[in-house]
Each structure stands twice: as C-alpha cells, then as structure tokens.
C-alpha cells in the first residue's frame, strides 16, 4: 500500500526561525511529488518535485527531493505569521490511467510573533 | 468565474438522511476528486473519476455514491449519513493523463452529522 509521512506533525517557532518539513514515502512506482499549503481552506500548490537533488524554490521556501531515500524537505527561512498553516505533502504513484495523488498526515506549522 | 466550486459550504444533517454535496469546474479538466480531511489523517481519497461516466473507488469508498453525467460536475452523495462522515470535504480536479500530476481544490464543504 502506498504510504506518505511527515514529520514532525506539529511545530511551533518563532518569527523568523529557519523550519525544516519532513515528507517520507513508500510508493510502488513514483511520479513525483507535490507540496501544498493549507491556511483556513482549501489547500494551494508549492512545488512539485521528479527529479533527486534538483532544489525548487521560491522566495523564502525551497524543496529538494531523495528518491534514493525515498524522502523530500521542505524549507522556509526566515518565518513569518503568514507562513503558519498546515503544509501537505502528496506523491503520485506512476499508474496508468490514474492521476491520483497519496496526502502524508500533514504538519500543523505555528509562527508566532 | 473560473475556477472550482463546491455547494453547499456548510451543512448539517441527521444520521440516516442522504445528502449530496457539489462540485463544479469551469476549466474542462478530465479528471475529478473527492477527499475527506479529518486531524490526523490528511487528506485521503473517497472517490474519482476519470472522465465522464467513468468513477473509481479511492481510499474510503464506504458510503458514498458518485456521479458524473457531464465533465464539469461530480456530486458526491452520502446515501445514508452516519456520525463517522462528519468531516471537510473537498473536490480537486486535474487536467488529466500526461498533464502536470498538480490538482486543483474547490474551497471545501464542512459536514456535521448529528
């Protein structure tokens, strides 16, 4: 069964802390793998990682993927209030046919002032 | 506007009774999505679909009924509410097969069975 866990779950810093985002996953067959924010509704699209080591970035957050370990991170640098939200992490098993996607538990960020 | 909606935003229903919730895109996307997102479980997969008339069970199919007659609508129907299905529902949709994996979210319906 395919499987996508991020860690931690929740996490509380200060404004202006760096925070590192886990994401492992167990996938019969990869495609790639996606991020997404979530504040008080629906959730947003980050990134979407195919590639190892290829870093994406934008702004203050960036993205880099392990396929050999199976993992990805996600980084935000220099936090602000409006980073707290809970970010999703999702890979897309290669199915033919079938453009589903696996959401990891997510990790409830707080930034706080 | 453009975009992917959902109806009712709020609902709250009795155990036993059928509700359906809504969901409607503008942008022709082939492929449709129900996910339920409850603490501690993420976002996880009730149904989808493919195309018009073409469905497949996802994660946790139990109890829900879909739909799709025409390619921008997908309802979702809970044919007999029970206290378990209180939950956020969301609809997504994607372009479809050999288009970006990114799907797009309606803004969600929050459902309390009482």
């Known amino acids: 069964e395919d499987k996508v866990v991020q860690s931690p779950l929740s996490l509380v810093v200060h404004e202006g802390d760096t925070v590192t985002l886990n994401c492992s996953y167990e996938?019969?067959?990869?495609?790639?793998l996606l991020w997404y924010k979530q504040e008080k509704k629906a959730p947003t699209f980050l990134f979407m990682l195919t590639s190892s080591g290829i870093e994406k970035k934008s702004g203050r957050l960036s993205s880099i993927l392990d396929k050999k370990e199976l993992f990805s991170i996600l980084n935000i640098t220099a936090t602000q209030t409006g980073d707290s939200a809970i970010y999703l992490c999702a890979v897309e098993p290669l199915i033919q046919g079938a453009q589903k996607l696996v959401f990891g538990q997510g990790t409830r960020l707080t930034i706080n002032p | 506007d453009a975009g992917i909606t959902q109806s009712p935003r709020y609902k709250i229903t009795e155990t036993g009774r059928q509700v359906t919730l809504m969901c409607h895109q503008t942008w022709s996307h082939s492929y449709m999505f129900w996910y339920r997102q409850d603490l501690g479980h993420g976002l996880r997969l009730i149904y989808y679909?493919?195309?018009?008339?073409?469905?497949d069970k996802g994660e946790v199919p139990d109890g829900y009924v879909v739909s799709r007659s025409k390619t921008e609508n997908f309802p979702l129907t809970l044919e007999s509410a029970t206290r378990s299905q209180t939950s956020v529902y969301f609809c997504a949709s994607n372009r479809g097969a050999g288009g970006p994996s990114e799907q797009f979210f309606g803004p969600g319906t929050r459902l309390t069975v009482l």
């Open positions: 996938v019969t067959n990869f495609r790639s």
């Open positions: 679909s493919a195309a018009a008339d073409i469905t």
